[in-house]
């Protein structure tokens, strides 16, 4: 038997990943050059050759950026002095992360249940949902709601569940249409209906306004549980701390996930009414998981909730969304009608919907050329999402402009050498 060496060179990882990781993530990264990410700080993350990325991407959990100052210095603390715990003393950074989060969410919602992903986020409030007799899932086309088989049959998606069926029964209603809604909680026995504020992998899809006091309403008129899952929209990506608050909403449980994290150490919530939460207050063995709410991860989350409230950084997401859009608008113009469709966003939560899935697989790898880290939508794959770090500066922000001009006249150029193009 050989004994197993550290690989170096992106070769050497690149044959790793062929045969003990994923031979499709291998061949996907060797679409991307085989550039390996090493170090990253800010906005900025650098690969082994030592180019410099501006991160837009991260699936929407760098809010922080990487690595910022207070939430390292919390996490390392944490764990030199106690990273795991024992489960059966108090612990008391928990009890701060909870503080400190439930300082934030809308009121009313005050009740934590921390877990280690957005997806076991999702199986909680499905849990509790079910604990109370709301055992009928509704979500909506096109929600991300993660992969878990609990959160894959709200996650409407074929691509993802059709591999995995029977799933629990869950029904799929149009994203903003309300009388759809209505229909879908009307019939049939009390109902668990999950939503997000606005759909992040779904393509940046951004409901009409007033739909979330309605879908509320619905709910109460119907007896349904309300699950509002805010794991990418959360944490101030909007420019406001939630989706819910604009439309001064109160669901019976929000999800937190992604910037919860301070982009530090994995960790999500469930946050519920008193009402909502009443089957895990009784027992608190319904519902547990080994590593969920380590010392490690509550340093984190309790320094990510201050760091972007210190900073100002709900607010700081608005001004930079704005920019971030004018300027993406400004650059694409000449690509708008026959390439990009649509340019979109609320905060630091952006998409660039192209015409077709190709030129938007294109885009992506156009920006990466020029340095720019963004994400195709997984449930949507002509919208290129962007979602920086509210931490940018204003050089970050003509970077990403720059970018943008460029990947914009590479594309322009390869249209035109198309075939019937001029
Ligand atoms: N819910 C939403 C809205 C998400 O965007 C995601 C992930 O992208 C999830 C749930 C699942 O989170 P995770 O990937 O941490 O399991």
Redesign the pocket.
């Known amino acids: 038997m050989s004994s197993p060496t550290t690989p170096t060179t992106a070769a050497e990882v690149l044959d790793v990943y062929r045969r003990h990781l994923s031979r499709g993530r291998a061949r996907l990264a060797s679409m991307t050059g085989a550039a390996m990410e090493v170090t990253s700080r800010g906005a900025y993350v650098w690969d082994a050759d030592g180019k410099e990325y501006l991160d837009c991407g991260g ?2 959990v760098f809010l922080l950026g990487h690595c910022h100052p207070q939430v390292v210095e919390a996490v390392t603390a944490q764990v030199r002095r106690h990273p795991m715990a024992t489960r059966l003393l108090l612990e008391p950074v928990a009890a701060t992360a909870a503080s400190e989060l439930a300082g934030v969410t809308p009121p009313g919602l005050d009740r934590v249940h921390f877990v280690n ?6 199986e909680t409030a499905i849990k509790l949902a079910r604990a109370q007799g709301k055992t009928r899932l509704i979500s909506a086309v096109g ?6 088989t609990g ?1 894959l049959a709200l ?1 409407s998606q074929p691509l993802y569940q059709d591999p995995f069926r029977p799933l629990l029964p869950a029904e799929h209603v149009p994203f903003g249409d309300l009388g759809k809604l209505a229909e879908a909680l009307g019939h049939g026995g009390p109902a668990c209906l999950v939503l ?1 504020p606005v ?3 779904g393509g940046v899809v951004i409901p009409p306004p007033g739909y979330l006091a309605q879908v509320q309403r619905l709910c109460t008129e119907h007896g349904a549980f309300f699950v509002l ?5 959360g944490m101030g990506r909007l420019g406001t701390w939630w989706g819910a608050d604009p439309e001064d909403i109160r669901p019976d449980v929000l ?1 937190v ?2 910037g919860l994290s301070g982009g530090v150490i ?1 960790v ?1 919530a469930a946050v519920s009414t008193a009402a909502a939460y009443a089957p895990f207050d009784r027992d608190p063995f319904l519902h547990t998981s080994t590593f969920a709410a380590s010392p490690v991860a509550m340093a984190a989350a309790a320094a990510a909730v201050r760091a972007i409230a210190g900073e100002r950084l709900v607010e700081r997401a608005g001004v930079l969304g704005h920019d971030i859009l004018a300027r993406a608008e400004a650059a694409l113009a000449p690509l708008r009608g026959d390439i990009v469709a649509d340019i979109r966003g609320r905060g630091l939560l952006i998409g660039i919907e192209m015409c077709d899935a190709q030129t938007a697989g294109e885009l992506v790898l156009h920006l990466l050329d020029a340095g720019l880290l963004t994400n195709h939508s ?1 449930n949507a794959q002509r919208v290129v999402r962007l979602t920086p770090p509210a931490v940018l500066r204003d050089a970050d922000l003509e970077r990403i402009g720059a970018a943008l001009t460029t990947a914009a006249a590479a594309l322009l150029r390869s249209a035109s050498s198309r075939p019937g193009r001029g």
């Open positions: 699936y929407g992903s957005g997806a076991e986020a999702v929600g991300y709601h993660g992969k878990t959160a996650t997000e759909q992040g992998e899952d805010e794991i990418q929209t999800l996930g992604k994995p999500a997984l």
